[in-house]
């Protein structure tokens, strides 16, 4: 398997400087302007509606382009399925790129990973690669249009006809994510999610670890395509470095551009660009900023996606040695080591400190922390690390937060009244709360129904093999506390201010603490599943009335198939003709129409009525 890896790497390694002499080859057809990337998943797996919402933000996003020709934006494409190869060279040609797509034949499985390597020598590593706009240096970007489901890409002889669903296993996801980490060090990927069911923790993962990308949704496809136009009227106000003034921009707006009309969106993406100058560096300073980097560990990075996301709720787990640093109570995650396995955990006692979580290059399957949905109680303080979060009566920044509504996490409060936030589609930013009478956020009440979901929810979206087994020895937890071992680490942080406290009890529908004492912690999240064997055996499912009931025998062996494969593996089945998506680490179904949740279980010695 190893060997397959590292032959498949090597040969579309070798495509991607081909294809790259090609496109030098045709630079007399390339446009001025910025690079632009398009990788467009054709594969079975999108489906009709798919292929409908991939073919309408494309055509989007060219048709604004060609609205403004003194930009000049430069396009290649890049086609992952039934084939995978550069469909087109960079070209401002964008008529013919858009009827060109009539001779894609949509079909076959998704070897993204192949797609993403593939585009590496094209994008070039050089300054000359980038477009200068006024001091914004623009960077060739990637435009993502996929359901994100990855399956193998080791078969590189560049062909995958089978038309049948692919099995999407962690190991296709992991490789995908190791690929575009590294192009994301220095190149921003936008992901356009479309299909059925887009897996949205694969997406937002890969914009998120990028310079500069974000996930857009289809119907903001012909705004993100005016995203050039927008940076060079950012580049013509005085602004040297970040600047989060809103006020302050709208009124050098105003000055520079007395006549001018701007829609309410271009300015969010102006004052978004303003916000965020540091991304447009020339690539020998980001280079440097990262060297100077090298020895320091950074807080708010979110490394590795089988780690917990940046804001989880966590609390000690069942390999836990530390003594009472917790104070028995819950902490929020933020951020990852660069050495995988490691999380940084700030207690809500104040205190930081990093912590195993899973395997790292000394320990095997160890788990300190768990998963928990135990919200952050707030004392005194008007708003603290953990706290959920939504837009304020002051919010100023558009859709930066994923729309009205939606909740964040706080990974840190400033004293300046500066507050970081998560938002749920893996963006991170700060905003002011309390600054001269300011509140650009609204501190959430953590037993709302919102906020429960929200927290559940970030429990059920955790990776596979982070819940189950942990949750399943919890019970052994504390068995390491009275020794009073801890383990030795090279970074350290401010020794915290002590504090005596209990877990305190909270009546529910209140988000401030009160006097009353719980003795000790309880175990509050389910056993995301059984220990699995591996005996072929029967698959059933429940329906709405309680009863258990086979699956098929073709849809069993199916089922089967794939959990011998991969137990964490996911498989989409038909039953009484709708379509499920079966996760068999988590004992569940779900129906990818209505998005209806159902129970499913391994039966062993099964044997038919």
Excluded at 198 to 212: D, H, K, V, W, Y
Excluded at 342 to 352: L, N, Q
Excluded at 548 to 556: A, D, F, H, K, L
């Amino acid at each position: 398997m190893a060997q397959d890896l590292i032959h498949a790497e090597q040969y579309w390694k070798t495509q991607a400087a081909i294809e790259a002499e090609k496109n030098f080859g045709q630079i007399y057809q390339h446009g001025r302007g910025p690079c632009n990337i398009f990788i467009l998943d054709t594969s079975l797996s999108l489906g009709e509606e798919g292929f409908g919402q991939l073919k309408g933000a494309f055509f989007a996003i060219l048709d604004e382009y060609a609205k403004h020709p003194e930009i000049d934006e430069n396009v290649a494409v890049i086609i992952c399925g039934r084939h995978t190869k550069f469909h087109r060279y960079y070209s401002n040609q964008y008529e013919d790129i858009k009827h060109s797509l009539d001779n894609v034949e949509f079909g076959g499985s998704s070897p993204l990973t192949a797609a993403f390597l593939l585009s590496i020598e094209t994008l070039g590593c050089k300054a000359e690669q980038s477009h200068r706009i006024g001091d914004f240096h623009v960077h060739p970007r990637i435009i993502f249009i996929s359901d994100g489901k990855p399956t193998d890409f080791t078969d590189f002889t560049g062909s995958y006809t089978e038309d049948r669903p692919q099995c999407e296993t962690e190991r296709d996801v992991d490789h995908l994510l190791q690929v575009t980490r590294s192009i994301g060090k220095k190149n921003p990927i936008f992901c356009i999610p479309v299909g059925r069911n887009p897996n949205m923790t694969s997406l937002e993962f890969i914009s998120a670890q990028s310079r500069g990308g974000k996930i857009v949704c289809v119907s903001e496809a012909r705004q993100f395509a005016k995203y050039s136009h927008n940076i060079e009227t950012a580049s013509m106000l005085s602004f040297k470095y970040d600047n989060n003034d809103r006020e302050r921009i709208l009124t050098s707006l105003a000055c520079k551009f007395p006549e001018r009309v701007f829609t309410e969106m271009d300015l969010n993406d102006i004052i978004e660009i303003c916000s965020r100058k540091s991304l447009y560096l020339p690539v020998s300073e980001q280079e440097d900023e990262e060297e100077e980097d090298d020895d320091v560990e950074k807080l708010f990075v979110e490394r590795y996606p089988q780690l917990p996301r940046l804001g989880s709720r966590v609390k000690r787990g069942r390999d836990w040695i530390y003594d009472n640093r917790d104070n028995y109570g819950p902490g929020t995650v933020v951020g990852h080591l660069r050495e995988e396995g490691w999380v940084i955990v700030e207690w809500d006692t104040g205190f930081k400190f990093h912590y195993r979580f899973g395997s790292t290059q000394k320990f095997s399957n160890k788990y300190d922390i768990q998963l928990c949905n135990e919200p952050r109680i707030l004392g005194k303080e008007l708003i603290a690390t953990g706290c959920l979060v939504t837009r304020g009566k002051d919010w100023a920044w558009g859709n930066q937060d994923g729309g009205a509504g939606n909740i964040g996490t706080v990974l840190s409060v400033e004293g300046s009244g500066q507050v970081l936030v998560r938002w749920q589609h893996g963006l991170t930013n700060m905003y002011t709360f309390g600054t001269n009478g300011r509140f650009e956020l609204d501190v959430s009440d953590p037993f709302s129904p919102k906020a429960v979901k929200f927290l559940e929810d970030q429990m059920r979206n955790a990776p596979l093999d982070s819940v189950g087994e942990v949750q399943a020895d919890y019970n052994d937890g504390f068995k390491n506390i009275s020794d009073g071992t801890s383990a030795k680490r090279d970074m350290e942080f401010e020794k915290p201010v002590s504090v005596n406290r209990s877990i305190l009890h909270v009546t529910r529908g209140k988000y401030f603490k009160n006097n009353s004492v719980v003795e000790k912690p309880t175990s509050d999240i389910e056993t995301d599943g059984p220990s699995f064997s591996f005996a072929v055996n029967q698959w059933c499912w429940k329906d709405c009335e309680g009863n258990w009931n086979p699956y098929s025998r073709e849809v069993n062996e199916r089922i089967n198939k794939c959990y011998k494969r991969d137990p964490k593996s996911t498989v989409i089945v038909n039953i009484q003709d709708q379509s499920y998506r079966v996760v068999m680490a988590k004992n569940r179904q779900i129906n990818q129409t209505t998005r209806d949740i159902s129970e499913i279980k391994l039966v062993t010695n099964w044997s038919s009525p």
